[in-house]
T-cell receptor
């Protein structure tokens, strides 16, 4: 079955510290991979995506993610967290041969300590 | 370029009442999705339209939920009658091409059923 697992429900980091959010997936083939961010009361904003090629992808707001096929993982990183990064982060997978629909993880809530 | 528009942003109803949500996708986007996001979970696809046709409604509770996209542009999602467990954020998303997995999300409608 296709699924996405985000093992950490809630993470707290200090402002200026580095961040890594974990994402593991189960899919029939190598899917397209996404990270979205959701601020309170807002919709989902696309941070970055991986389709093919270089396994380290850069996104907006200083985020990056690395695709590791052997581990079926697509972890999100940021070298220095800002207070405005506090939000909910969702990993998602999809493929054009599945009609483009996305399967989401349950999300990781990020809190930032001053 | 205008984003995905949704209205209303918030709705509170009593159980057994009916409710409708509206979505206007990004101009020119052929594919439209409705997702349900229950508190503490990732979004789950309810229905996918390609132009004015339904591509996937396998997860739509058809005894109470209905959706239409009559002219292949904006869409309406209806719940009748609502149950307590329908309390959630209803997200609309769109993508440009059939099968394209990069989706752009609206701000969502937060439904509370009392």
């Amino acid at each position: 079955a296709q699924s996405v697992t985000q093992p950490d429900i809630h993470i707290t980091v200090s402002e200026g510290a580095s961040l890594e959010l974990r994402c593991n997936y189960s899919y029939g083939a190598t899917p397209y991979l996404f990270w979205y961010v959701q601020s309170p009361g807002q919709g989902l904003q696309l941070l970055l995506k991986y389709f093919s090629g270089d396994t380290l992808v850069q996104g907006i707001k200083g985020f990056e993610a690395e695709f590791k096929r052997s581990q079926s993982s697509f972890n999100l990183r940021k070298p220095s967290v800002h207070w405005s990064d506090a939000a909910e982060y969702f990993c998602a997978v999809g493929h054009y041969n599945q009609g483009g629909k996305l399967i989401f993880g349950q999300g990781t809530e990020l809190s930032v300590k001053p | 370029e205008a984003g995905v528009a949704q209205s209303p942003r918030y709705k509170i109803i009593e159980k057994r009442q009916s409710v409708a949500f509206w979505c206007n996708p990004i101009s020119g986007h052929a594919t439209l999705y409705w997702y349900q996001q229950i508190l503490g979970q990732g979004p789950k696809l309810l229905i996918q339209f390609q132009n004015n046709g339904v591509v996937d409604d396998s997860q739509l509770p058809k005894d109470r939920f209905s959706a239409e996209r009559l002219k292949g542009v904006d869409s309406t999602l209806k719940i009748q009658p609502a149950k307590l467990e329908d309390s959630a954020v209803y997200l609309c998303a769109s993508s440009f091409l059939a099968g394209e997995v990069t989706q752009y999300f609206g701000p969502g409608t937060r439904l509370t059923v009392l």
